[in-house]
Structures are given as structure tokens and as C-alpha cells.
């Protein structure tokens, strides 16, 4: 049991997380709490759980530190969170994975507060996102607009939620630039590009961003183009990843000498940068926190797909042409406020976990339902072996596996069938063209951006 300095108890808080940018985020929000709580993580043994280098940058630079940290499987992890005698868990975790524990959490006879959240740019707010965590007691969002977006989504929904705002971790301590530029820290020549598993997704695509860094490197061999990847061979990431960009690279012949690949922590990959480029990634985010200036790669168009919405608004857009002559942009002032950079004291997720704590001391904290589902406990158990795969040993898992994958496929070819010859049904493009390729034009045309 941990006390403060007047020999009060300090809430036990327990984060658990297992890929990548999970694990990043819930160290960085547990370790900015400082001595407040009683913080410690659990590194999650999932199919997709971060190896030990990925732990070791996540944990870089997060305020958490390396003994505050364990790995632990499924069938422990009740009976360690008991003996911590927590009082809330933070959930890091896509959302199938988030459902399942927050409904075992949510099913012990002392339960504690269920926490959850998102790891970076959460605009658009989903639909998905929400239901996945009905169950979670406070959703922890981290902008201004966030909070509005999402709070006018339960609203239209019908699903409730508790929405609390935290600046994201990675935004802590900015020192943003305006247009001038004039809070830039200093950093070196580089270029830097963030890498995104799922951003763009056609390969075409990624072909084309591969090609970009190319020219870039070429434009200047005297300064490095970094091309920044979430894993090295062999990891995982939050998202699988088909064509990942090193082979992307290969593909393409011999490479300049100064195109260079990084798997260090980001913050050490800013710290030698110009600037970063990226089409929406969170980096941009974190870029801007510490006054390197972005470019937010525009060639695929906007759209919630692309998740760059946000940055349009901040007028981060810019061609491929802007990226080899490094005319790298600042975000509009006037963005700042209602998009990462609110400040400090707007943040109440600790005070609303406090409260919901105090609630469950005073045995007044309600439980929350779930998503209402068919299929009683054979679909838990489905949808556990599912989000948990090869860790989940249970032979109700296996079960509802062996009888849940053939009836998946054929609810969802019955679905596709259904698209094709429904009403409205897609017509085919021009011949050649990619599905992307026929939207991006409406795309760009129906986009505005405030300036």
C-alpha cells in the first residue's frame, strides 16, 4: 500500500496495454501524474504485444519507470490486480480487446473503475470506438473538440458515455511555433517521415509516398530523409501492416545514401529533425508540441479514411513538391486551443477518476452495461478467443472458434453479395482505376479548410 506525504492512501491505478502505441500512451498518461497515484502498467501478452526494444522506447521519456512494469498473460491477470487492490484500470487497447476485459473486469464481486481511451488523433469520432467501450466507467479524449465530437455522438447514439479530457501525452510541455516559427527548438537537418501501418492502405499508394522519399533524399544529399517505422522485422504493431515501406524501398533499386530507416524512440528521431511529414499521424501531434514544423502530406486528398482532418484545419496540407523543397508549415494559431494544446488546468481526467473512485469507496458506483449482443456466452467466449487469439487457452474459446469463423465468412459473403446486387449498388470505374483512385477527386472537391 502506497500513502502520500500527510499518510493518506493513494489510488492504486493500473494500466494495461499491449501494442505499440497502446503501451506508448498509457505509460505517458501514468507517468504524468506524478506521485498523485499509486500508477503501475501491465504489459498484455497478445498476439500483438510489443517486443522488449518497443517497450523500451515507449517507456522512453514517459515519466514511467522500467520497475513500475510487468508483463503478465490472460489467466493472471485477475488474481494480480486483486493483489494490488486497485482502485481503477486504465484499458490500452483496440476496442474488441477493451470489451473483453472490461466485461471480466466489470464481473468481479469489488470491481474496480474501468478507464479507457485512444492513443492519438481520435477525429473522426466512431461509432465503433464508443461501443467497443460501453462498459468503461470514463473515456479519456484528449481535445477540446474531442470531447464535443464524441459527447454529440453518444447523443445521436443513444450511447452514454463519461468523456474527461487529458492533453495528450505527447503534447506536454509544448513549446509550439506560430507561422513564425519562432518557438522552434533547435534540432538538425533531418526529414523526417512518420510511417503509418494502415494510412495510406492501397499499395499503390505507399508505392508513391516510397518514391517521394526518394526524390526528397535525392533533392539534397547533404540532409538525411529519416523514414521513422513503429517496428522492426519481426514486430508487431497496433495495425497489421501489408506493404510495409523498407520493402516498399527495396523494390525501387538502389537507394540514395542519406534515406535512412529509424525504429528509435520519435522523440529521439525529432530531436535531429527539420521537420516532419507524415499523411496523419499522431507524430504530427508531437512535432508540433515541440516546435517542428509539418507537413501533412495532401496527394491522397481528406477524408475520415485518412484520418487527417484535423490537420487540414490546421492548415498543415501540403504537395509532394512542398516536401522535396522542405517548405515544411506551422499549424494556424488559431487551431491550437480546440486541438491538443488547450491548456493544462482544462484537464480533468484525474479529477474525474478521483470521483469515480470515491464513488466505488462508497459503494455507489453503478455497473455499466454492455453493447446488447446475440449469442449469450458462446459469443463472450468468441469474441475473447478473438481479441486474446493463441493466449486465450480456454477450451470455450475453442469451441465458439470452431464454430464462429465458418459462420462469420458467411454472414459477411452473404453481406458483400448483398452490397453488390442491393439497390444503389457501386457502380465500376473507369478501367484501371483504383476504388481510392474514383473517390479522391470528390474527395478533394467536397473538402474545405479553414485557414
Known sequence: MSTDAAGSRRPCVVAIADTDSYVKWAA???????ERWDASLLVFETPLVVSDA??????????LSRDRVERIDYRRLVARLTELRVDAVVIGARGPLVRVLARDLMALPQRPVVVTGLPGISIPATRKAVVYRLQCDLFVVHSRREVREFGALSARTGYAHRYALATLPFARGARVAGRSGAAAEEGGGDLVFAAQAKVPAERGDRLSVARLLVRAAEADPSRRVVLKLRAGSGEHQTHAELDCYPELL??????????VTSVAPMRKALSTAQGLVTVSSTAAIEAIARGIPVIALDTFGVSPELINETLADADLLAGEEDVVARRFRHPDPEWLDDNYFHVPEADDWTDEVEALVAQRAAGRLPRRRDHPRRGGRLRDAWERKIALGRSDTSGAGAVAYAVGQPARTVVRLANRVRRLVGPGAQQPGPAGSSAHERSTSAVRTSTTRTS
Open 250 to 259: 527495396a523494390s525501387l533499386g538502389p537507394l540514395p545514401p542519406n534515406l
Open 54 to 63: 518497443q517497450l523500451a522506447s515507449a517507456l522512453s521519456g514517459s515519466g
Open 28 to 34: 505517458a498518461l501514468l507517468g504524468g501524474v506524478g
